[in-house]
């Protein structure tokens, strides 16, 4: 299959919370599991902050990307692509979708439940969605970090599946996803 077959791309919009997510969940990652590690405790509230901020950043990105969803037109299916192959990788999406909402959802609820205050990047305070609640702030932080590593293997499925259309099927899955 030549890679300028079937090659609309994806819309600007779509391309832009695509690649926007990647270095959001980069960045996410790293922070979250480099910060309780801090050990100059003004640092780390900052950084503690940060993550925070750019997690609900994240929730209203995801709740905006769904809202796309429904009014926007994804490109047409890449006809040589098996439909084994599509059901899983429209699987996978769906997946990827739901964690991308359960991470900054958790943080939430642990943020709230440990009675938290919430702040976006010190413009203005976000309400508590739960009282406080050291139970469920244990099982929401549970939650947050065994999620992450599900939303992980998932984003290496993703990615893997992407380079193995570009490479060894060198059909335009990736390229029509590419700025
Ligand atoms: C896409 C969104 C998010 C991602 C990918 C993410 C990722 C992570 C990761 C990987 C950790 C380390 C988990 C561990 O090893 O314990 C973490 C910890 C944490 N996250 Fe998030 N997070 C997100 C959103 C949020 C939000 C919205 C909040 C709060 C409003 C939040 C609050 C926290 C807190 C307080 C911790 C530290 C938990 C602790 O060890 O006490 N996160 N996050």
Known sequence: MNTTQYSESWNGVTKFIHWTFVLIILTMAIVGLTME????????????????SLGITALALAAFRLVWRLISKDPPKIPSIPTWQHLIAKITHALIYVFLFIMPISGWVMNSAKG??????????????????PHLADVAHEIHESAFWVLTALIVMHVGAAFYHHIFQRDATLKRMLP
């Open 37 to 52: 590690d801090i050990e100059s405790p003004g640092t780390k509230i900052a950084v503690i902050a940060f993550h925070k």
């Open 116 to 133: 938290y205050p919430l702040q976006w990047f010190k413009l203005f305070n976000i309400p508590a969605i739960t009282a406080k609640n």
